[in-house]
């Protein structure tokens, strides 16, 4: 290896070789010889193995470079024979441009189809073109492409209207096209003509070579190396996991290599694994070849010469380079299309683009993107070659699929994809047909492809194994081939093309034959079926077919002699199929009321049945549409329907139909889930329009035809019910005898279904050519019923109804007219809901409703209607008249047998019990006579006046039954009905028949202009409803006293209790009185000592407020809060959190030496405390915990799954409301404090407290010094008056509350520095301060971004969370090392007050004033303790605060003073002070700084009034989160003013913290003790240096951060991500492109060649991310699935509902309905919310509990 790399850098011989090369005078030789193909290949075997292939990593931009220079260059010149960039420009200008866009799409890039222009959904359009179109303002879909189709901008065939967009509009002077090569000169062409064939033919030579080891005639070097390639290529059978663990055994190479290795294969198709001689590389290959051909076939792996490698990797160049040159001219693009189709010597099929096509499955995946990119810019960018190319593409279409079946490669880099592009152009598909008889062609293959078949010629498949199923998919390409070709319908029929198309329509009907009654099912008796039998193929076929049988009848359908000639022989074909009609089976004769039919015995329940029957489907959808294109009634004589047999007609639909039946009626359980799987599918909306909706028309066709009476016999016949309707006493003899309730049970069942049939067959007319009306009618019924059952969103009413072959549903047309729409809120969607006067058409039994909703609906409906106080009867819709054709079906409704059938259900159901008639039973025939009624009124009323109508339903069902039997009349059944107590619940329906049959009869009897009412029915209804509600009011009235009574009684107990405990109520009304005048009514005079949180003046609780009762969630037993006492523990989550960050690119500190006493203004990494506010007993919790523990140690010994929350790591579920949590916060109370009078002011504190230092810090030095040996360095210091340095306080706390304040106190040191817990690390007290200043600060922000005042708008879980925490801090030092506390509090003293004995105090700008604060307060108790002077705590805090506050005035002086606005405001008085004031602190800032200096950076500022207002905005942050720290840890109610928002917010924080309003008179109050320190904090060499680096100031107010800001329209997001390449993987687009959406950055997840490790593990892009950029809490939009996806650590995320909604209010994740999405400001707001809440793992935790399979998902690979 290392011997090859020498070659390739010795430059001496190859360079000069280089150097000495002019491509212009190789072109001027070109010039003159006589054989130029001969000279050209010399010159391609002389350079390119020079170029190529010199080394085992190839170097394509070296590489590249020389070709241009060696190889293309010459080219260039030769064609042009001039300058080549001069040549091209001229070519370039005298070139029309295309008007066809032909932009090829990226892999993931948007593209826009429009939903009402669109020839096809096919037809789609690039952004640019898109947005410059008419289209953007119509209903268009938005899809993400997959790679490798292009735009159809200017194609005038694939848009209805606005085929060109702005660019692309062409010119009026251009209509008339002239040829382009008329343009340049006939030279040009001649030599153009010799390069493009001769580089062609060299390409398409080199990439179908098939020999490893020599090249093509002519190219064989003279100087042959001898060096090979081991070269590996892609298939789609091995996993990337089986070929990177291969690759490591083959080639030694590092798991990082054999990944680049795998993505390069997986990119290109092809890699090189090893380079040497041959037999190095024939080892690697034979390990290879073993390793994986264990399970399936081995990988696909060559021994290559370096050569023949060198050439086809010039060969792919040369393609790319002839796709660039063809762009600057439509003339060369034209010749190259020539020789490209020129035929060879070989004759037919044999040119160029033929050979490619051929070869196709043998390249590699690299080379077919390459040459079908140039076929696309070449031949299909020119229609009159895109034809001839179509007709080879046809010629050859049999050979590309039979090689597709067996290519390993998917289909999208195949050629077979570009069909699509072909097929789908209206006149090129016509001419295939036409020309081609492409339409047979396409279909007989797919019959050959599908072998499988049965004795009979009908398919049978096996079983659907996944090679099966991969097979299956292949073949299915074949039926979207066709439907391409098929999808926009001929309007002028040439006769020509009538022949191909039936001809076409006759394979078809072959294909349709060898489906019909495939996968036979027979009812299983005894025992269960024991192998499932396979049903999946043939469904999965059988959807595929669906949109192309729609189709096919569509063609039919557009012109009169083709639907005849169809129509013949669909019938002839079915005739063939039926011809052995009679299976054998015997011939019997029913008779039934008189009536006589002959038929055969057949029972569905003992013979084959099959559910596939597409033959007889087509005829009844052809038999519909000659009624609705009206050829029945023009060419009657031209049709065989007087040949039809209707009994044939119906048999196999109808065997169908009973054994969907009999299924229901549990007839089949043994049969299994196959049959029960293949039921739903037939009545699922992808099949029922082909399927079940076809047989109920092919009953009503054949049905039509017939004696109504023979119908329904033969009905009964094949539900097996015969027997019981055709013997009167049948039924209660058979109850007698057979007393076995499951035969009864089923037959109920079935007598239902059969009565169901009747129901649809009569009534059902929505289809065009059944009933008299339009699909839109047909769409709008659907939609009122799905809407029946409840509203419903967009996406579920469009799942709800068929796609047609667009992929639409025709909803968006009719939807307003039926629905009203309801936007959504900010979680939802938007909701259709059905518009009130709709509600009449509203039928019961509509076929489409599953049981489930039909009970749905009926519930709802009869809730609505008495809801409006209306009858909650459901009568029967009126429904539109039938077709002539089909005119004959009413008259089911009035004849004997179904009137015999109806009688006997009534005359059953007067016997209440018996068991052998059921309530859905009767519902049923109400029903159906409730049809008869209407159906009778609507005739009336169409009736012209004069003649009567022979549809006399009343008239029937008025007559008694025939003697023997003499039954009573149906009507006199309804009459005894009505009153009978067992039915009440149909009391209503019976009621309504009666009173229409009362008013028909009215109707028939009066005059014609007698209106059709019955007023007696009337008022005895009106009658009813008066009783019904004095009845009702009754009943409220009783219902009324009773309550009251049992209220008085309640109330008399209550009185009786608190008498008898009286002293116990006194002492709780006495504290309930107390708190809340102490806390918000104040009495003026005591107001205003009362409401200040710190100093000696500050509010001090009595002992009823520090009194707390809590009581603990787990024993539900009630305690106070004590120092002594047992200890209360609140849940917490601690997280380390990058929320508030100024700076995300500041690196991770390294924990171990981190020092984290000073916050950075930055806060580029804090510590964030939050709480669910649920208490618990410490000991509770603590058992709580181990069990926790246990079971976790137990599951993971049985399952090695992740849990949502991870017990190693401390964290548990809170056990109220399953909040993740991971540690808990101790309770504490408030702390006593006394104060005496005299405490010493500013100046004398200070010099106390320095002296204190002084000797805190030499007697620290001594005891270090005391552990060393020379103790003579420390200077003794002697302490102040009262200070004992040796005195150790008594710790206040019981040992609960002690170890709790210390598990707290390790949990927030662990994670807060990612550290392993260690209790006596001094960093803890630190960490603890640090989380409660963070969690405030945070909070604070929140507040003030919601515009909620700053107390009284928290939640009470955040107020208790704040109010633990503060507590705790103020304690954490008592369970810390006191020397430890008191050194920090040193050090913390020294940021204020310098201190030449402190070293690394950073300056003034480096610290967060408000962690200053906090930390001073909180670590200060451990040095005042030392001191028994009775200096008081709260004056030592008034002190800090005064003096933080000058320093952070300095700071905003400093840092934050803007360009000032020339707006000079005139302020009034008391302002007038405050601006004059600032103005001389800033002035004695810029002294101090130094007059040289400070121009640079404290500019001069002439107006107070600005630099006050800058003053105010930059300090009001810190006052609102000191006045929250000081309210909960000295517990002073907030004034009023603060508990609202307004105007006297500044006053009130002033007041209530002990500050004058103008802050600067802190200063000059004690300008001369100030002053010194000012002088101090200015000459402090970090504020020279922060001042100069500009840049790195953090300004005040810090702005509060927000998510990236997203774009209104999701697509150009899609934009923006399709061209995002992945960075790893050079210039390779990223699959799941994702963006953070805190920082804005476009990640490349869930990929090999992103992932990177963290702390010693693999992790992907996204995990990596929330590192660095969230402290390990992320938020992405993954921008091809539209999803949002939160990750928190390695093991925790969940997907998350998206900001981005469609106009129906609905997020689309994943993109599948594909409708335009806008930014929703209000959801975006929701998502930010709960990042800036700290909420961002909670909502994971209680997803991943809400929902199992989100712990399986290896989040840390995103």
């Known amino acids: 290896m290392a011997a090859v790399e020498t070659v390739r850098e010795s430059p001496s011989a190859l360079c000069s070789d280089f150097l000495n090369?002019?491509?212009?005078?190789?072109?001027?030789?070109?010039?003159?010889?006589?054989?130029?193909?001969?000279?050209?290949?010399?010159?391609?075997?002389?350079?390119?193995?020079?170029?190529?292939?010199?080394?085992?990593?190839l170097n394509p931009q070296n590489e590249d470079l020389l070709a241009q220079l060696l190889l293309q260059s010459p080219l260039e010149w030769y064609l042009c024979g001039e300058e080549p960039s001069m040549g091209l420009a001229k070519l370039e200008q005298g070139n029309q441009p295309s008007q066809l866009c032909g932009h090829v799409f990226k892999v993931g890039e948007p593209t826009y189809s429009c939903r009402e222009c669109a020839a096809d959904p096919t037809c789609v359009l690039c952004m640019q073109c898109f947005l410059g179109s008419v289209h953007k303002e119509h209903r268009y879909r938005m899809t993400t492409s997959g790679g490798g189709g292009f735009c159809d901008c200017g194609d005038t065939e694939a848009w209805k209207k606005g085929p060109y967009c702005q660019k692309h509009e062409p010119n009026i002077s251009d209509t008339f096209q002239k040829d382009p090569l008329a343009n340049i000169s006939a030279e040009m062409i001649a030599r153009t003509y010799n390069v493009f064939s001769i580089i062609l033919k060299y390409a398409v030579d080199m990439l179908t070579w098939d020999k490893d080891d020599e090249l093509p005639e002519g190219l064989e070097s003279p100087a042959r190396g001898d060096m090979y390639y081991c070269m590996l290529f892609n298939d789609e059978v091995h996993t990337y996991e089986q070929v990177i663990y291969t690759l490591q055994k083959a080639v030694n190479c590092t798991q990082k290599e054999a990944v680049s290795f795998a993505t390069t294969v997986d990119r290109d198709g092809r890699k090189s694994v090893r380079f040497g001689d041959f037999q190095f590389c024939e080892q690697a290959k034979s390990v290879i070849v073993r390793n994986t051909s264990r399970q399936t076939k081995p990988l696909r792996v060559e021994v290559m010469h370096s050569s023949v490698v060198a050439h086809q990797c010039f060969a792919l160049r040369a393609l790319t380079w002839l796709g660039q040159i063809i762009r600057s001219s439509d003339a060369l693009r034209r010749i190259l299309c020539q020789v490209g189709l020129q035929q060879g010597l070989e004759g037919e099929n044999s040119s160029l683009v033929d050979t490619l096509m051929l070869c196709d499955s043998k390249m590699w995946k690299g080379a077919r993107n390459v040459y079908h990119q140039l076929f696309m810019s070449s031949l299909l960018m020119d229609p009159k070659y895109k034809k001839l190319f179509a007709i080879q593409f046809a010629k050859n279409y049999r050979c590309l699929q039979t090689d597709f079946m067996e290519d390993d490669h998917e289909r999208v880099v195949s050629v077979t994809s570009l069909s699509v592009q072909l097929f789908t152009t209206p006149t090129v598909a016509r001419m295939l047909i036409t020309e081609e008889n492409l339409m047979t062609t396409i279909i007989r293959t797919f019959v050959d492809h599908l072998r499988h078949q049965d004795l009979q010629g009908r398919f049978q498949f096996e079983r659907y194994t996944a090679q099966q199923a991969f097979k299956f998919r292949r073949v299915?390409?074949?039926?979207?081939?066709?439907?391409?070709?098929?999808?926009?319908?001929?309007?002028?029929?040439?006769?020509?093309?009538?022949?191909?198309?039936?001809?076409?329509?006759?394979?078809?009907?072959?294909?349709?034959?060898?489906?019909?009654?495939?996968?036979?099912?027979?009812?299983?008796?005894?025992?269960?079926?024991?192998?499932?039998?396979?049903?999946?193929?043939?469904?999965?076929?059988?959807?595929?077919?669906?949109?192309?049988?729609?189709?096919?009848?569509?063609?039919?359908?557009?012109?009169?002699?083709?639907?005849?000639?169809?129509?013949?022989?669909?019938?002839?074909?079915?005739?063939?199929?039926?011809?052995?009609?009679?299976?054998?089976?015997?011939?019997?004769?029913?008779?039934?009321?008189?009536?006589?039919?002959?038929?055969?015995?057949?029972?569905?329940?003992?013979e084959k049945v099959s559910i596939h029957l597409p033959l007889s489907r087509l005829l009844a959808s052809l038999h519909a549409l000659l009624s609705k294109t009206e050829v029945a009634y023009q060419f009657p004589e031209q049709l065989p329907l007087s040949e039809l047999s209707p009994p044939m007609l119906i048999e196999h639909p109808l065997r169908c139909l009973v054994l969907c039946a009999q299924v229901h009626a549990g007839m089949w359980r043994r049969n299994g889930f196959s049959l029960v799987n293949q039921i739903y599918y037939y009545h699922n909306v992808k099949c029922r329009v082909e399927m079940f909706d076809k047989d109920l028309i092919m009953l009503q066709v054949g049905a039509s035809m017939m004696d109504p009476n023979h119908f329904l016999m033969i009905l009964m016949s094949r539900f097996e019910l015969y027997h019981i309707f055709s013997a009167p006493d049948y039924r209660k003899r058979s109850s007698r005898e057979n007393a076995n309730k499951d035969v009864v049970q089923q037959n109920n069942t079935l007598i239902e279904e059969m009565l169901h049939l009747v129901i649809m067959v009569v009534g059902e007319r929505y289809t065009a050519g059944v009933g008299q009306v339009e699909s839109s009618d047909e769409i709008k019924r659907e939609i009122v019923h799905q809407l029946c059952i409840r509203p419903m969103a967009h996406s579920e009413l469009v799942k709800a109804l068929p796609e047609n072959e667009n992929k639409e549903t025709g909803m968006e047309r009719v939807i307003d007219s039926v629905a009203l729409f309801k936007k959504p809120g900010v979680t939802g969607r938007g909701l259709y809901k059905l518009r009130p006067e709709c509600a009449k058409m509203f039928n019961l039994y509509f076929h489409h409703?599953?049981?489930?909703?039909?009970?749905?609906?009926?519930?709802?409906?009869?809730?609505?209607?008495?809801?409006?106080?209306?009858?909650?009867?459901?009568?029967?819709?009126?429904?539109?008249?039938?077709?002539?054709?089909?005119?004959?079906?009413?008259?089911?409704?009035?004849?004997?047998?179904?009137?015999?059938?109806?009688?006997?259900?009534?005359?059953?159901?007067?016997?209440?019990?018996?068991?052998?008639?059921?309530?859905?039973?009767?519902?049923?025939?109400?029903?159906?006579?409730?049809?008869?009624?209407?159906?009778?009124?609507?005739?009336?009323?169409?009736?012209?006046?004069?003649?009567?109508?022979?549809?006399?339903?009343?008239?029937?069902?008025?007559?008694?039954?025939?003697?023997?039997?003499?039954?009573?009349?149906?009507?006199?059944?309804?009459?005894?009905?009505?009153?009978?107590?067992?039915?009440?619940?149909?009391?209503?329906?019976?009621?309504?028949?009666?009173?229409?049959?009362?008013?028909?009869?009215?109707?028939?009897?009066?005059?014609?202009?007698?209106?059709?009412?019955?007023?007696?029915?009337?008022?005895?209804?009106?009658?009813?409803?008066?009783?019904?509600?004095?009845e009702r009011k009754r009943k409220a009235e009783m219902a009324r006293l009773r309550r009251e009574k049992i209220m008085a009684q309640m109330s008399e107990m209550q009185r009786h209790f608190i008498n008898e405990n009286k002293e116990l109520f006194q002492q709780s009304l006495e504290e309930l009185d107390v708190s809340p005048s102490s806390s918000l009514e104040h009495s003026p005079s005591s107001c205003d000592s009362a409401l200040v949180c710190v100093g000696p003046r500050r509010w001090r609780a009595g002992g009823s407020e520090r009194r707390q009762m809590v009581t603990c969630i787990l024993c539900q037993e009630e305690q106070e809060i004590r120092a002594d006492g047992k200890a209360m523990v609140l849940a917490a989550f601690v997280q380390r959190s990058t929320v508030m960050s100024k700076n995300r690119k500041r690196p991770p500190h390294n924990p171990d030496k981190y020092d984290p006493l000073f916050m950075h203004p930055d806060l580029s990494f804090g510590t964030h405390t939050g709480s669910c506010g649920h208490i618990m007993h410490s000991h509770c919790w603590q058992r709580y915990f181990e069990a926790v523990q246990a079971k976790e140690q137990r599951r993971q010994q049985r399952l090695r799954v992740h849990t949502s929350y991870d017990v190693e790591n401390g964290e548990f579920l809170c056990p109220l409301c399953e909040c993740l949590s991971n540690t808990v916060i101790p309770l504490l109370p408030l702390t006593k404090t006394t104060c005496s009078s005299d405490q010493p002011d500013l100046s004398q504190w200070l010099n106390i407290t320095s002296l204190q230092m002084k000797a805190l810090h030499s007697a620290h030095k001594k005891n270090n010094c005391a552990e060393g040996a020379d103790t003579g360095s420390a200077e003794d210091c002697s302490p102040p008056h009262g200070f004992k340095l040796d005195y150790t306080p008594k710790n206040p706390y019981s040992s609960t509350v002690k170890e709790m304040l210390t598990t707290f106190g390790t949990a927030t040191y662990k994670v807060g520095l990612k550290v392993h817990p260690n209790e006596q690390d001094p960093r803890v007290p630190i960490m603890c301060w640090g989380s409660c200043g963070y969690t405030i600060q945070s909070i604070e922000r929140l507040l003030v971004d919601e515009e909620k005042p700053l107390f009284g708008s928290l939640p009470c879980r955040q107020d208790d969370c704040l109010s633990s925490l503060t507590r705790f801090s103020s304690a954490c030092w008592t369970v810390s090392s006191h020397t430890t506390v008191q050194s920090h509090f040193i050090r913390l003293f020294a940021a204020l007050v310098p201190d030449s004995r402190v070293d690394n105090i950073p300056c003034i700008l480096d610290i967060d004033m408000f962690h200053l604060l906090l930390s001073l307060v909180l670590s200060h108790p451990a040095v005042l303790c030392l001191d028994s002077s009775g200096m008081s705590a709260d004056t030592a805090q008034l002190h800090f605060l005064h003096l933080v506050t000058v320093a952070h005035l300095v700071q905003i002086l400093l840092t934050s003073i803007p360009e000032e606005v020339r707006?000079?405001?005139?302020?009034?008085?008391?302002?007038?002070?405050?601006?004059?004031?600032?103005?001389?602190?800033?002035?004695?800032?810029?002294?101090?700084?130094?007059?040289?200096?400070?121009?640079?950076?404290?500019?001069?500022?002439?107006?107070?009034?600005?630099?006050?207002?800058?003053?105010?905005?930059?300090?009001?942050?810190?006052?609102?989160?000191?006045?929250?720290?000081?309210?909960?840890?000295?517990?002073?109610?907030?004034?009023?003013?603060?508990?609202?928002?307004?105007?006297?917010?500044?006053?009130?924080?002033?007041?209530?913290?002990?500050?004058?309003?103008?802050?600067?008179?802190?200063?000059?109050?004690?300008?001369?003790?100030?002053?010194?320190?000012?002088?101090?904090?200015?000459?402090?060499?970090?504020?020279?240096?922060?001042?100069?680096?500009?840049?790195?100031?953090?300004?005040?107010?810090?702005?509060?951060?927000?998510?990236?800001?997203?774009?209104?329209?999701?697509?150009?997001?899609?934009?923006?991500?399709?061209?995002?390449?992945?960075?790893?993987?050079?210039?390779?687009?990223?699959?799941?492109?994702?963006?953070?959406?805190?920082?804005?950055?476009?990640?490349?997840?869930?990929?090999?060649?992103?992932?990177?490790?963290?702390?010693?593990?693999?992790?992907?892009?996204?995990?990596?991310?929330?590192?660095?950029?969230?402290?390990?809490?992320?938020?992405?939009?993954?921008?091809?699935?539209?999803?949002?996806?939160?990750?928190?650590?390695?093991?925790?995320?969940?997907?998350?509902?998206?900001?981005?909604l469609d106009d129906y209010g609905e997020t689309d994740q994943g993109l599948r309905r594909g409708n335009p999405l806008h930014l929703c400001q209000e959801r975006y707001r929701k998502i930010q919310k709960l990042w800036r809440q700290h909420s961002i793992t909670e909502e994971i935790g209680h997803a991943q509990e809400a929902n199992q399979t989100l712990v399986g998902i290896d989040w840390q690979h995103l």
């Open 1463 to 1700: 707006m000079e405001q005139e302020s009034a008085g008391a302002e007038r002070e405050e601006e004059e004031s600032v103005c001389m602190l800033y002035n004695t800032l810029r002294t101090h700084l130094g007059r040289g200096l400070c121009f640079s950076w404290l500019r001069e500022v002439s107006s107070g009034w600005h630099l006050w207002r800058c003053v105010k905005a930059g300090i009001l942050p810190y006052l609102r989160a000191a006045a929250l720290f000081f309210h909960y840890l000295n517990g002073a109610p907030a004034p009023p003013e603060l508990h609202a928002l307004g105007a006297g917010e500044w006053e009130a924080l002033c007041g209530y913290l002990c500050l004058p309003s103008n802050l600067v008179q802190l200063y000059n109050n004690n300008q001369e003790l100030m002053e010194p320190l000012l002088q101090r904090w200015c000459s402090h060499p970090g504020v020279l240096q922060g001042l100069q680096t500009r840049a790195a100031l953090i300004g005040f107010p810090r702005e509060s951060n927000y998510l990236i800001e997203l774009p209104e329209d999701y697509s150009a997001l899609i934009n923006q991500a399709s061209s995002f390449t992945c960075p790893k993987s050079g210039g390779d687009k990223s699959r799941a492109p994702t963006l953070c959406l805190v920082c804005g950055a476009m990640l490349c997840s869930q990929s090999y060649c992103c992932q990177s490790e963290l702390e010693g593990e693999d992790v992907g892009a996204c995990t990596a991310h929330t590192f660095a950029c969230g402290a390990g809490v992320g938020i992405f939009l993954r921008v091809r699935e539209s999803q949002v996806l939160f990750l928190a650590g390695k093991t925790k995320g969940c997907f998350y509902a998206p900001p981005y």
């Open 849 to 1030: 409703y599953s049981r489930a909703d039909q009970s749905k609906a009926e519930e709802a409906q009869r809730k609505i209607k008495r809801q409006n106080g209306e009858d909650s009867v459901l009568p029967p819709p009126v429904l539109p008249r039938f077709c002539p054709l089909f005119a004959s079906l009413v008259n089911i409704l009035q004849c004997d047998v179904l009137l015999a059938i109806l009688g006997a259900v009534l005359q059953w159901s007067m016997e209440p019990s018996g068991g052998h008639w059921s309530e859905s039973m009767l519902q049923r025939v109400l029903h159906l006579i409730g049809m008869g009624l209407v159906e009778e009124q609507q005739h009336l009323i169409s009736s012209s006046e004069d003649h009567d109508t022979s549809f006399n339903f009343t008239l029937k069902i008025s007559r008694p039954g025939e003697s023997p039997g003499n039954t009573p009349s149906i009507l006199a059944l309804l009459e005894t009905l009505q009153n009978a107590p067992h039915l009440e619940v149909y009391k209503d329906m019976i009621r309504w028949i009666l009173k229409m049959v009362a008013s028909i009869k009215t109707t028939r009897e009066c005059t014609a202009s007698a209106p059709p009412t019955d007023s007696s029915g009337h008022s005895q209804e009106e009658t009813v409803r008066d009783k019904d509600k004095a």
């Open 476 to 606: 299915q390409s074949l039926i979207g081939d066709l439907k391409y070709v098929l999808i926009s319908r001929p309007t002028e029929w040439s006769d020509k093309l009538r022949e191909k198309f039936l001809e076409g329509f006759d394979a078809f009907l072959e294909l349709l034959k060898c489906m019909q009654g495939m996968d036979p099912v027979v009812r299983q008796v005894g025992q269960h079926i024991e192998m499932e039998p396979e049903w999946e193929a043939a469904f999965t076929l059988q959807m595929k077919l669906t949109h192309i049988i729609s189709m096919m009848q569509e063609w039919c359908a557009s012109d009169k002699r083709v639907l005849i000639e169809a129509y013949k022989k669909c019938l002839s074909a079915l005739t063939h199929c039926h011809s052995g009609f009679t299976d054998g089976e015997q011939p019997i004769i029913l008779s039934m009321c008189g009536h006589f039919v002959d038929t055969i015995r057949y029972c569905v329940s003992q």
């Open 21 to 57: 090369f002019s491509a212009k005078d190789t072109a001027a030789n070109w010039l003159q010889v006589s054989n130029l193909p001969q000279e050209v290949y010399r010159h391609l075997a002389c350079y390119v193995p020079k170029i190529y292939c010199l080394g085992p990593n």
